[in-house]
């Protein structure tokens, strides 16, 4: 089955995100990430269940320059664009690190992509809000 998500690159980013007509979830990501695998998965079923927007990745390793354009100090981090602009900015916490058996995955899981979710829904509309971790890790 054909992932619904698309690679964004330095080359590709005016064109599919700034000048797409539809908002543009972007994953910034990287191999050696494990939150970022544990985050992969949803960010996939969120591009399929809401054609009404595109998701893009951005491997930070290989687009550093896209990754320190927007500020972005740990991943993975999360950024709505709308009409070309920053619509919301989500820098996830380690919680997803701490989860121990498959279930407390699961539920880590259940609950970023209500976390989601609701990005979703709340940034329709809404200025660019922070969410920054206290403790960043690198």
Known sequence: KEMATFEVTSENFQSEVLESDKPVLVDF????CGPCQMVSPIVEEISEEHPEIKVGKVNT???PRLASQFGITAIPTLIL???GKMAYF??????LT???TPQEEQEVKMLRKMDYENLLKE???EPV???I???EYY
């Open 29 to 32: 990501w990287a191999v050696w």
């Open 61 to 63: 390793d290989e687009q």
């Open 81 to 83: 664009f709308k009409d």
């Open 90 to 95: 989500l820098a996830l916490d380690e919680v």
């Open 133 to 135: 971790t206290e403790e």
């Open 123 to 125: 940034s329709f509309g």
């Open 129 to 131: 809000k922070a969410k």
């Open 98 to 100: 701490h989860a121990k």
